[in-house]
């Protein structure tokens, strides 16, 4: 879905943390203020208005 490269370089664009994707879920979730942020046809959509409220991702 996402190249691993790709995931290591992104940051979530509310807090600047580190994000985890959630594959089965197609979403990508800030470690730290856990926005959920949705993939869509393998792209990340990175935009704070986007995003969904959620816990923390676990690393």
Avoid: F, H, N, S
Wanted: glycine share 6%; aromatic share 2%.
């Amino acid at each position: 879905m996402i190249d691993k490269e790709l995931l290591e370089i992104l940051a979530c664009p509310a807090c600047k943390a580190e994000v985890v994707l959630d594959e089965p879920a197609a979403r990508i979730i800030c470690t730290a203020c856990g926005r959920r942020y949705p993939v869509r046809d393998g792209i990340p959509v990175m935009l704070i208005d986007e995003a969904e409220a959620g816990p923390p991702a676990k690393k």
